[in-house]
């Protein structure tokens, strides 16, 4: 049973750079693809970003490219995700999630990852 916990979330002007780690237990996520999803109130969950196997590839949302970077080290069983030139609409809790299916990028389901962590709040502020 694979579990996971997030951590670095908190308040930050916009503008500002937050790092989020995710820490894997109980299965190596050398097996998985690991995403970072987030949910903002009232609003459905939504992707942000996801990292292969290996993290040799990564997909991000439209809305985070070029601002955001997902990395992974499988051998602490971590994943990372920094976040850069962060925004209001930035504003959600943030999840780490894990995939045991072999579907990548935009064949990726948010269904498809089945594991996840308690979540972690990201407040940008104007």
């Known amino acids: 049973q694979v579990q996971l916990v997030e951590s670095g979330g908190g308040l930050v002007q916009a503008g500002g750079s937050l790092s989020l780690s995710c820490v894997v237990s109980?299965?190596?996520?050398?097996?998985?693809?690991m995403g970072w999803f987030r949910q903002a109130p009232g609003k459905e969950r939504e992707f942000v970003a996801a990292?292969?196997?290996?993290?040799?590839?990564?997909y991000y949302a439209d809305s985070v490219k070029g601002r955001f970077t997902i990395s992974r080290d499988n051998a602490k069983n971590k994943v990372y995700l920094q976040m850069n030139s962060l925004k209001p609409e930035d504003t959600a809790v943030y999840y780490c999630?894990?995939?045991?299916?072999?579907?990548?990028?935009?064949?990726?389901?948010?269904?498809?990852?089945?594991?996840w962590g308690q979540g972690t709040q990201v407040t940008v502020s104007s």
């Open positions: 999630a894990a995939n045991p299916y072999r579907a990548w990028g935009p064949a990726m389901k948010e269904a498809d990852f089945g594991s």
């Open positions: 990292s292969s196997w290996s993290g040799g590839s990564t």
């Open positions: 109980g299965r190596t996520i050398s097996s998985y693809i």
